[in-house]
């Protein structure tokens, strides 16, 4: 999974686990051998044989969302991009790892000629935002009308996986009109960054929008969300396109998320006004406060997350502001780890506050999503190895990984809970999948912490 460029900056790293295989009294020991061949494990016959073939839709195209804790197929399995898309990388990525399983090819060009024919609107541009299974507007949602920059990244991102798996013009050519799209529609030459909420059209959908105090009508129109995804999504381009102007935007999108999006906090502000001033509701009246907990609140997982794809996005661009994004970066696994980690049970919390005057942080919700805890897997791993002096990332790893084991991972059906069963019981029998989550945070982290432990062993 790991690109060229990233590896070359990891190896020329302090050799971390050199002490996963030794006895050293001065460390202990980080069974990366062992925790390898159980991820390899979780990563096929747990996570991708449950969802290929079982969640490619032969009959209209793209893939299935929706299923039960015991995997049937229930719900309505609309068509939303940012689950297709992430499936055409996982397809993709899974193809590259495992080349002689010829599921994950085949169901990666599935995917393909759906983002291309269906997702993709051929009057206006862009990626639609969710359609019905059948691949048509569904005029009583919500959202019928609405494209997202959000959604058009992960397109990009998909698309990119793709081609450099397939070599396929047509795919790199939908990538380079996506990225253009969102150039034309959603960039801010002004100030910088991507405007979230677009009509069909392409136009700004929040050009009124103003931070009222009290109000709740509208989502602020610039966000770390998709921010850290542009960030992710022009990376895995430049590597296939390496174009002057897309080289710009991915600078721009490190820039603005280390420098203005972290700044000098430990953590990410989630949401701004155009003008990328942040949106806090902490000197608020408590019933307000409360309200808009969703828009300003401390997301330990997007923050650990974080972490990673600016390290990432930094690599690809050759690594010459790596001093300056590391010391940003580390500050959030650490904050993360500090703040929102259960050390007796393991995992993340789901969400932090800063009350006005307070000097620490309240968890307001003790929950631990999914998706948060692998992305932990592959952030704590990666400042292992470059801070090896600092035993809390390997040790944290380990932690997490059995907690996962035991509170996350199915082993009776396959897949993973929603919640981690510690705080969420009823997660059990909750859904395996719907249009939020797919297997791409959990396929994403195992491969690159699959990748890391490989390259720490034969060093």
Known sequence: MYRPAIMAALLLSCCWL????????E????????IKAEMETALTAGLLHRWYPASVDSLYGGFLSDFSYD???TGPHHKFIVTQARHLWTCSKAAEKYPHDARYAAAAAHGFGFLRDVMWDKEYGGFFNILSR???????????????????AFGIYGLAAYYKLSHDEQALKLAQQAFHWLETHSHDAQYGGYFEFLTRRGENARTGYEAAPGSTAALAPKDQNSSIHLLEAFAE????????LLEVRLREMLHLIRDTIVGDKPYMTLFFTPEWHPLSYRDSAPEVRQAHYHLDHV?????????????????????????????????MPDHALANGYDHHTGGFYERGYYFAGADTISILDHRKNWW????????LLLF???????????????????YCQQYLMDAQHGGWYSYGLDESPQARTGPKGQIWKGNYHIARALMNSIQLLEAALHE
């Open 27 to 34: 460390k202990p020991e980080l069974p990366a051998r062992q």
């Open 372 to 379: 948060t805890q692998v992305e932990g897997f592959h952030s």
């Open 134 to 152: 059948e691949g048509k507007l569904m005029m009583d949602h919500a959202y019928r009308d609405e494209k997202r920059a959000y959604g058009n």
């Open 18 to 25: 050199a002490a996963c295989t030794s006895t050293s009294a």
């Open 237 to 244: 381009l430049y590597q296939v396109w390496p174009d002057s």
């Open 299 to 331: 997301s330990f997982g997007h923050d650990v997350e974080t972490a990673f794809l600016m390290y990432e996005a930094d690599a690809v661009l050759g690594g010459e502001e790596r001093a300056q994004s590391l010391q940003v970066g580390k500050r």
């Open 384 to 402: 292992a190895k470059l801070f090896p002096e600092e035993a809390i990332y390997g040790e944290k790893f380990v932690h997490l990984w059995r």
């Open 71 to 73: 995997w049937k197929p």
